[in-house]
């Protein structure tokens, strides 16, 4: 046994705990700072967890646990994640009047279990670690308790979240049932055995539906709209990058840890989603009105491009994927960060509420710019290059089954839709005019220093992608592919 | 010649191979100074006059100044200077390369020269111009784009500098862009040259599919191993290159743009018409001469053109242009449009010899070349004075309205008469040496057009003549010509400047220069450079001087004395013909007007209806409705969520285990 190897996750649950308890003793007006400290500490623990606090690879708890690579890169993802989030919180606090503390450690909590789940090894920790994501995400959903939207996203969070894990849940039982282990290396051993067995494909087949659920993939989606529009920015912006990135890595493991030979044969299964969560996303983004409610569906039609990888079945797919979660980091925080700075002076979603913001801050308007250009797939920013090795991995794998030719297309075409609605709100920016009598809108320091932070990403990944992409190939080393496909998925393509 | 052409390739080829800094690199200074120049102003006097003309000429007589090194240095000699890659395509891989060679350098002292006295000369008459910056920086964008032209060393880059000359002329010509006939002008300038430069495209892409390159002595080289080497498509290619002459230098059929033209400001005539744009088209077929001296082929679908020749077609198109343009020179009224037929009929002149130079013996364009480089001299001079007496008339430009300069503005009626002298081809002048030149080619390759070239010259200088007696003798027929009086210095220098070269420039032996740059076993014909015509070839020498003397008298017994033009009484319709430049504006206008309406008709329907209505519209209206359609799927009632979730369960199950 080796308990070490979770020391990261310890020291956040610990810092949560402090946040928590400090929080009896200080008072209301330096709330603030007590965001900033845990945004440095994190910061700490995220220099620590590079190196010194867990050198080494390998696994604990009977295999339950293992540290890779891959759980190495998204540890590193989550870890700057929760400390923009942090930061975007205090931009935020004042649509947050009571709880800011409370808030902070909610983040803290859910982060350590985006740390398990990028970790887990196991259809329980796995079960474990995305329940206490999902939980602490009901109550950041309704955290502004006076808001009836959010209080309605939250609640929509909670009923269908609760039936997703109800249906995970439900197929841990029957792999347990029929596999006899919950361990994915276990699993994987006998997976010849297992791919005949209905009962454990029907379990598996449960556990992807809540892994669905998570990534908001079709045709699990429907939650993501209204809880996107209800929740508060900082919360949304942590469902949008790190929820999503944590049902991610998951689906990764299963599927090409656990049973690479099942995930074969699933492969048009894989391609089928993928292609209606483009088409979805895109088609339901085009006549919103209401900037987070597209985001919304942007989300869901970026999961849909993230399948794309998936469905490829390869090392470049899921290096692909990696690379492109790592874009889509900094490019949605970006977004969000900017939502944040502006939600103490303009008090709705619309993206009408957006006009002539490039007159009223042009710092925000370009930084929200490049964001959504970046979202939109545009040289030289991080989504394009993204886009590029998600559609390359698409290109490679139709050599092999030339029904990837038509997922290109629908990429393609999802790509063009959302030139349009990203567009929309830039025009708005720029070409819409500003309400009568309002005035500039003051950028505080923090969130400058968050958002040059993430358009320094967007610019520099977009540019120089050749680090990232290594590290994100390194990453997927230890993921198995069926090298070939099963003659009869291509013909089952056509 | 083969042989010769295979030796000028290989000497290329070698300098491309050793590179390094060397003397040869100060072209790319040459071509580059005018540049820096126009967008030194753009950037820092577009406000402040004395710089901007600082600039500007200072950057232009510098151009010459190098050039007269190089020349110097070099004279003859094919060098190449240090390229550096552009685009490295396979199959294309065009670099950015200067070529320097008798012909270059020759063609880059006439540019810089003729550039440098145009822009002193606009000092003065530019003076209350308001634009007066703008007009510097861009004629200095104009010599940019013209020496790129003349030093380029391949097609594609050639072609770009081709059509930056074809931006700034349009930039010239309507510079006055507040008056609506020079915006139509400019236009008409623009879009006639687009026509031609399209063909020229189309010849480029078909040089290079055949040779595999676009360097030019790459090009000479394939075609020295092998005459046959452009296959089928050797007259075509010919042909479609032409096209671009026919352009720039207007030759019938896209003539009609060049006497519009002259709604520019007189320099930039000056500047265009003489010595630059308009030379570029005759530059280029000597500079490509290589492809005319091919054997005739023709695609199978052409075959019934059996062996017409591209050079023969050049030739008789350059003598129909000449002819054209002489006959309505006679009868038109206007100094500038007299100038400009002239000039017209000059460069058909000048394309006729590079077309009659291919079927000569050892094919040679010289005669073509050499006519260039004096008319270039004499027909700017032209436009100067021309810009004088307009100047000093008060922007009066009917010549009938003006009368007895001779005597108000003796330093203009000087220069003046050089230039005429010159053009009309007097013995001693520049002109006769050129057209002696040209005459003895047609005579050695084509006696027909040899006739057609004696009327012409005939005709030349029966309407010079006219212009002369009508402009500068007699009395002042109006109150403006009356009070005419001479220009000042910034104007009267540079048109002595010009003077000189259009009466000496043919003692120096640059028809013999010339001639053995296109033929390296070329020998003069020995004796006096004065008398060489007659030495050379008696029976062309003598035509030339009779048709000289002709022209002359029939002027004087027509016009000495009068005060109105007697022609067209006695002439009719013939006259009226002429003077309405044989209605072709009126019939391109019936034919090309509507043919193009009815084409942009069915464009704009296509683009309307088809890919606007059902292409655009249809997309997005589709794309928006689904998006619409789907929307409701999102009632916000959770029980439908709910329902949902578990119907996509059934339905991955379904998928999943089948």
Request: aromatic letters at 12%; a neutral charge.
């Amino acid at each position: 046994m080796n308990h070490s190897l979770i020391t990261t996750e310890i020291l956040v649950i610990l810092l949560g705990l402090g946040v928590l308890l400090a929080d009896l003793w200080i008072r209301p007006e330096s709330r603030p700072a007590l965001g900033w400290l845990a945004a440095s500490l994190l910061g700490c623990i995220l220099a620590l967890s590079l190196g010194a606090l867990t050198p080494h690879d390998g696994s604990a708890f009977g295999g339950m646990y293992v540290l890779d690579g891959l759980a190495r890169y998204f540890k590193g993802f989550f870890l700057l994640a929760g400390i923009l989030v942090i930061l975007m919180t205090v931009e935020f606090r004042h649509r947050l009047p009571v709880g800011l503390s409370e808030f902070f450690a909610l983040t803290l909590f859910a982060l350590a279990g985006m740390l398990f789940a990028a970790s887990a090894n196991d259809f329980i920790l796995m079960f474990v670690s995305l329940e206490l994501i999902t939980v602490t995400f009901f109550v950041l959903n309704s955290f502004q308790r006076a808001r009836l939207p959010s209080l309605e996203a939250g609640v929509k969070y909670l009923i269908l979240g609760g039936v997703a894990s109800a249906f995970m849940i439900f197929g841990i039982a029957l792999i347990f049932g029929s596999a006899n282990t919950t361990n994915f290396s276990l699993v994987a051993a006998q997976q010849a055995q297992l791919a005949a067995n209905p009962v454990f494909l029907t379990g598996l087949m449960l556990v992807l539906v809540g892994l669905g659920f998570k990534i908001a993939a079709f045709p699990f989606h429907l939650w993501a709209p209204d809880v996107y529009q209800g929740s508060p920015a900082p919360a949304t912006a942590f469902l949008s990058v790190g929820s999503k990135a944590a049902g991610f890595v998951l689906l990764l493991r299963v599927l090409f840890g656990a049973v690479p030979q099942i995930t074969s044969q699933w492969q048009v299964l894989l391609m089928v989603t993928a292609a209606i969560t483009i088409l979805y996303g895109s088609l339901c983004a085009l006549p919103q009105r209401n900037f987070k409610r597209l985001l919304g569906y942007s989300s869901i039609a970026n999961a849909g491009y993230l399948l794309l990888g998936v469905a490829a079945e390869s090392r470049t797919g899921s290096s692909a994927v990696l690379y492109y979660l790592g874009g889509y980091f900094f490019t949605v925080l970006a977004i969000f960060t900017v939502l944040c700075s502006l939600s103490s002076t303009i008090d709705n979603d619309e993206i009408s509420a957006l006009n002539g913001l490039g007159r009223r801050s042009p710092f925000l308007a370009a930084a929200l710019s490049i964001g959504l250009v970046s979202l939109a797939g545009i040289p030289p920013m991080v989504g394009f290059f993204g886009k590029f090795q998600l559609l390359a991995a698409v290109l490679e794998a139709a050599r092999l089954a030339p029904a990837f030719y038509v997922l290109l297309g629908v990429a393609v075409v999802g790509v063009v839709l959302s030139l349009y609605y990203y567009f929309n709100v830039i025009r708005a920016m720029y070409w819409g005019d500003a309400p009568a009598g309002v005035s500039l809108i003051e950028v505080s320091a923090p969130a400058r220093i968050a958002l040059l932070v993430c358009l320094a990403g967007v610019l520099y990944l977009g540019i120089a992608p050749g680090g990232l992409l290594r590290l994100a190939d390194g990453a997927v080393a230890g993921l198995k592919f069926s090298p070939a496909h099963a003659p009869s998925v291509v013909t089952a393509a056509h | 010649m083969d042989a010769h052409v295979a030796h000028t390739a290989v000497e290329a080829v070698k300098a491309v191979g050793d590179s390094g800094t060397k003397l040869q690199d100060l072209a790319w200074a040459v071509l580059f100074f005018p540049l820096v120049c126009a967008l030194g102003t753009l950037l820092f006097a577009r406000k402040d006059r004395m710089l901007a003309v600082g600039f500007n000429i200072g950057g232009v007589v510098l151009s010459f100044l190098l050039s007269f090194v190089l020349f110097a240095v070099y004279g003859g000699q094919r060098i190449d200077c240090t390229p550096f890659q552009w685009l490295p395509l396979e199959g294309l891989n065009a670099t950015m390369g200067l070529h320097l060679d008798g012909l270059t350098t020759v063609m880059l002292l006439v540019v810089t020269g003729v550039a440098s006295l145009v822009m002193i000369f606009s000092t003065g008459y530019m003076k209350d111009d308001p634009g007066y910056c703008r007009f510097f920086m861009t004629l200095s964008l104009f010599v940019f784009s013209m020496l790129g032209i003349v030093l380029a060393d391949n097609l594609v880059m050639l072609f770009v500098f081709w059509e930056l000359v074809g931006v700034s002329s349009y930039l010239l010509i309507g510079f006055w862009h507040e008056k609506p006939s020079a915006g139509d002008a400019c236009k008409k300038a623009f879009l006639t040259n687009r026509i031609g430069d399209f063909g020229f495209m189309l010849g480029i892409l078909l040089v290079w599919a055949a040779c595999g390159t676009v360097n030019i002595g790459g090009i000479e080289l394939a075609i020295a191993k092998d005459p046959h080497v452009l296959g089928a498509t050797a007259s075509l290619a010919g042909l479609l290159i032409f096209m671009g002459a026919m352009g720039k230098s207007a030759q019938f059929p896209l003539h009609i743009w060049l006497p519009d033209a002259m709604e520019g400001p007189t320099p930039v005539s000056a500047l265009i018409h003489a010595a630059t744009m308009v030379a570029a088209g005759v530059y280029m077929l000597c500079r490509l001469f290589v492809l005319y001296t091919v054997p005739a082929a023709w695609p199978a679908s052409l075959d019934f053109l059996g062996g017409l020749n591209a050079a023969t077609v050049i030739s008789w198109i350059g003598g129909f242009t000449a002819l054209l343009a002489a006959l309505i020179a006679i009868q038109q009224n206007d100094i500038k449009r007299i100038l400009a037929y002239s000039t017209l009929s000059q460069l058909g002149y000048m394309v006729m010899a590079v077309g009659l130079g291919a079927g000569l013996a050892t094919p040679n364009p010289s005669a073509g070349m050499y006519h260039l480089v004096t008319h270039a001299a004499f027909k700017a001079l032209l436009f100067l004075g021309a810009g004088a007496v307009i100047h000093a008339c008060h922007h009066e430009q009917d010549i009938w309205k003006m009368g007895g300069l001779r005597e108000k503005m003796p330093w203009t009626f000087a220069t003046f008469g050089v230039g005429t002298l010159a053009l009309v081809g007097c013995p001693l002048f520049a002109g006769f040496y050129s057209k002696d030149a040209i005459f003895a080619t047609a005579l050695e390759s084509n006696p027909v057009l040899f006739g057609l070239a004696v009327a012409i010259a005939c005709m030349t200088t029966f309407y010079m003549c006219r212009l002369v007696i009508v402009t500068f003798f007699g009395s002042a027929r109006t109150e403006s010509a009356d009070h005419a009086h001479e220009v000042a210095g910034s104007m009267k220098w540079p048109l002595v400047a010009l003077a000189v070269p259009s009466l000496m420039i043919a003692w120096l032996p640059l028809g013999d220069f010339l001639a053995g740059h296109f033929d390296a076993h070329y020998h003069s014909h020995g004796g006096d450079v004065l008398f060489g015509p007659f030495n050379h070839n008696a029976l062309a020498a003598f035509f030339g001087l009779f048709a000289f003397m002709l022209g002359v008298s029939a002027a004087f017994a027509v016009y000495w004395g009068r005060s109105k033009d007697p022609l067209p009484a006695k002439l009719g319709q013939l006259s009226r013909a002429m003077r309405n430049k044989f209605y072709f504006d009126e019939i391109y206008e019936a034919i090309v007007v509507p043919v193009h309406d009815a084409a942009a008709a069915v464009a704009d329907w296509l683009d309307r209806w088809v890919i606007g209505g059902l292409g655009v519209r249809g997309v997005t209206g589709v794309a928006d409705f689904a998006g619409r359609a789907l929307r409701l799927v999102q009632t916000g009632s959770i029980q439908t969520y709910t329902f949902l979730f578990a119907a996509g369960v059934v339905v991955v199950a379904l998928l999943a285990l089948k």
